[in-house]
Structures are given as C-alpha cells and as structure tokens.
C-alpha cells in the first residue's frame, strides 16, 4: 500500500498454530496477499509462532505477523480489526474460539472437525443460530477432481438412485500410526479416528448422495497400535516418546523428530513451553482411540452405507462402490502417504506438497451400467495437497471474485455438524452396542 491509500483487504487471523495451519498461512501471505491480509497469530506457544514468522519471512519475504498468546484471544481480535478468524487449534477447543468469534461479532473458518461432540456441536449451531455469523468448515477432499467427478456422474442419474454405498478407508503405517504419536491418540481431544479423520468420508457421502445420516450402528476398537496388542505380537518396545531414547532405535514406527529440520522447529524446540511431546511410542500406554472401525449408515435418501477405516494398512487410499438403480459407480484410489507437519515447502507454486496426498497413478473411476459396457469417467490428474483439493479450496476461501461453483463444494455449519455427527453417533454405539439416531444427538 502507498501513503494514503486505504487497504480494503480482509482482515484474518489465525487460532491454532499446528501443522495444518501453515496452508493458510501461506496462502494469506503469498498467493492471496493482495486480497487477503494476515494481522495475528494465535497460539499456547509463543516459540511456534515465532518459528513460522522466520519460516515464512525467509521462504515468502513476509513481513512478522503479530502474535498472540491464547488468554489474549479477544484483544488480537480488537486489536488487529480482525473480520474472520480461521481455526485450526486442537480439536477439543474448536467449539471454543468458533463460538467466542462469532459471539463477537466474526466470521469464521474451521478446520474439520467443526468439533469433537454432540455438547460442542449443539452449542455452536446455537450460537450461530443466535448472531447469524458465517461458518465455513474447510472439506478439501471435496474440491479434488476426482471427488467432483464422481458427485458429477451420480447427479447426472447414470446409475439412478442410489440405494446402497461401500466405502472402504486405509489409513497405511506412516500415515495411520500418526495418529497415534501425538495429541489425537487421547479421544478427549480429537474425538477419535470416527470424528477426526472420517468426518471427511462422512460429508463425501452426504455430499455426494445429497442426503443426511439418520441411524447409525458401529464397532471399533484398538486392535493393532497399544502396548497390549504390541505385546501380545511380540513387538514392544519400551520408551514412551522417541526423541532420547535408545530403545526407539530399532522401532520402524519411531519419528525422529531431531531429523526433520519443519518437525525440529514446530515441535522438538517448542516444548519447554507446553511440554508437548509430537513423538510419542505407538505401542506404549495412553491411547483410548481406535484403529478398527466398522459402521453402518442408513441416511434420509434410504440409502444404507457399510463403511470401514483400517489405521494399520500396508497401502494408503480408498475403495468406494455406489449401486443404484440402473447401475454401479466404482471408485480405486490410491495415494501418498504423509506425516502431518513434516513439509515445509511453502515456496512452491501454488502451495504444492504441504500435505502431499497425490495419486500415485491415475484416479480410477468406472461406471457400469446395468445391461451395458463399463465405462472410465476421466479425471484430470492434478498435484497438491488432498488430490488437488487444497488449491481449489484456498481460491474458493480467499479469492474475491469467483464463479458460482454448480455441485456446491463450500460447506457451511450444518454440513460440517451432519459430517461430525455420523462419527459422534457411532462412537456412541461403540460405548453401548446399540443403534443411534442422529436426531437425539443434537437439535437444529
């Protein structure tokens, strides 16, 4: 800006300075600078908001964005003239800045999962119900080419109403034991696998087949990461976080958190403030969430879904089946695995390989009509996070001036509810062995 001029920009700030932040970060500091300014940083650690302020002035040229502690949340949002606060602080504490920025009269963008339980969710829907603020909760998978052609092929009626749905989720052991290093190991927090990683499955489906969840019935359990189950293979190793630990060495699953220069600042060196550990033993103790999980779904449509989440697998990607009623759409994707906050590569052209989940091979998804030859729906094979979704999420976010978008990709707050509430009804039913109604979680 030159003297005199006033800038015109949204005013943005961030709550939540974890690996997933730094998307946004990047995008409001380099691709969306001119229609999107980034006044403050939120945070419980002050030397991970610094890191990012060098990490981004070194990689961007940024200018430091003002930090915050988190008791000073209110006071960056005055100060700073903040309009729309975007959330990606842990997940336990969604609900509380989303509903204390909306109270104050802002808007807000969160990450999935907009929370982690039927309490949080009814008091957000209520608190947006009460100040009529804007709620976007960022579904990227929606966005990736090869989710749009599918929600293409269904609404076009190639294979009628859709009567039955197999989804099938594999999480591979860099990946799903992730999950199981750090702060989503403890359901308190992340609300488990059901609601922090499947929320993106669920909201596909209601997506795709234009519909809600309406009972659910579900197992799960923790059958392959603990000490137990370790033990009882005969693959223990004792050390509870691996950083300093000689019994880590021969551990595959170990992360090394000193050999990652993004890990190393984000993390190791930020610890003396929280005492946050990112590294800890997958087979050690503390972990109350699952990593086998089976659901059935019947939704408002009448379609049923059998879906299923494995967090062990050799191989990372997915399988889904549709049948309708003139046919059958079948989706075979497999992907990159990735640990979370291992990238640092905010220079590249158009935010590529932040959490680098491209294909390894060309989507495959084939229509098979009844009495007919099947057919291979093509899919342009793009590169960026979440199969390309994460571009074309950041432009629908921040760009200004864009098209109307025909299958209706941006998720408000009940999308982002009816998403979370298939997972929070089936970790009821894991608790009880009973089928849950979606409609006696929360009212809307």
């Not at 380099?30 to 890191?51: H, P, S, W």
């Not at 999935?112 to 603020?133: E, H, S, V, W, Y």
């Not at 989710?147 to 860099?174: M, P, Q, Y």
Request: hydrophobic share 35%; proline share 4%.
């Amino acid at each position: 800006m030159t003297g005199g001029e006033t800038d015109s920009r949204k005013r943005y700030a961030i709550v939540g300075l974890g690996g997933r932040s730094a998307m946004y970060s990047a995008a409001l500091l380099g691709d969306f600078k001119d229609e999107g300014a980034l006044v403050g940083f939120c945070d419980v650690n002050q030397t991970r908001m610094d890191y990012y302020n060098r990490l981004f002035g070194e990689r961007l040229g940024a200018a430091p964005v003002p930090t915050y502690r988190a008791e000073d949340f209110e006071r960056m949002l005055d100060e700073q003239r903040v309009e729309t606060v975007i959330v990606t602080s842990i997940d336990r504490t969604h609900h509380r800045y989303i509903i204390r920025a909306m109270e104050l009269g802002r808007d807000v963008i969160t990450e999935k999962p907009l929370t982690i339980d039927a309490a949080r969710c009814q008091a957000i829907l209520d608190t947006q119900r009460a100040t009529g603020r804007t709620l976007t909760v960022t579904f990227n998978y929606r966005y990736a080419p090869r989710a749009s052609a599918v929600k293409e092929v269904l609404r076009s009626g190639a294979i009628g109403r859709v009567l039955s749905v197999h989804f099938e989720w594999l999480l591979d052991t860099r990946h799903g034991a992730d999950y199981f290093r750090r702060w989503h190991r403890d359901k308190r927090n992340s609300g488990g696998l059901m609601v922090h990683k499947a929320t993106h499955h669920f909201d596909l489906v209601n997506w795709w087949l234009d519909t809600q969840p309406e009972t659910v019935f579900a197992f799960g359990d923790l059958k392959f990461y603990g000490r137990e189950n370790a033990e009882e293979r005969g693959e223990a190793y004792p050390y509870q976080r691996a950083h300093g630990s000689p019994a880590a060495g021969e551990d595959p699953y170990a992360l090394r958190l000193a050999d990652n220069p993004h890990l190393r600042g984000l993390y190791l060196e930020a610890e003396h403030e929280d005492g946050y550990q990112r590294d800890q033993n997958v087979f050690g103790d503390g972990i109350s969430i699952e990593d086998d999980m089976a659901v059935l779904v019947r939704y408002r449509s009448g379609a049923t879904m059998s879906y299923h989440l494995t967090a062990y697998s050799p191989w990372e990607g997915f399988r889904i089946g549709f049948n309708g009623t003139k046919g059958r759409l079948e989706v075979d994707i497999e992907e990159n695995s990735y640990v979370s906050g291992a990238k640092d590569d905010f220079n590249l052209p158009e935010l590529r390989d932040l959490e680098p989940l491209v294909e390894r091979e060309r989507p495959e998804i084939v229509l098979r009509p009844l009495w007919g030859k099947p057919l291979v729906v093509p899919v342009a094979q793009e590169q960026g996070g979440h199969g390309g979704g994460d571009v074309r999420l950041l432009e629908d976010l921040f760009r200004r001036e864009r098209p109307a978008d025909p299958l209706g990709r941006a998720a408000g707050h009940i999308d982002g509810a009816m998403s979370i509430l298939t997972g929070i009804a089936a970790n009821r039913s894991f608790a009880t062995g009973l089928p849950v109604r979606v409609a006696d979680l929360v009212r809307f």
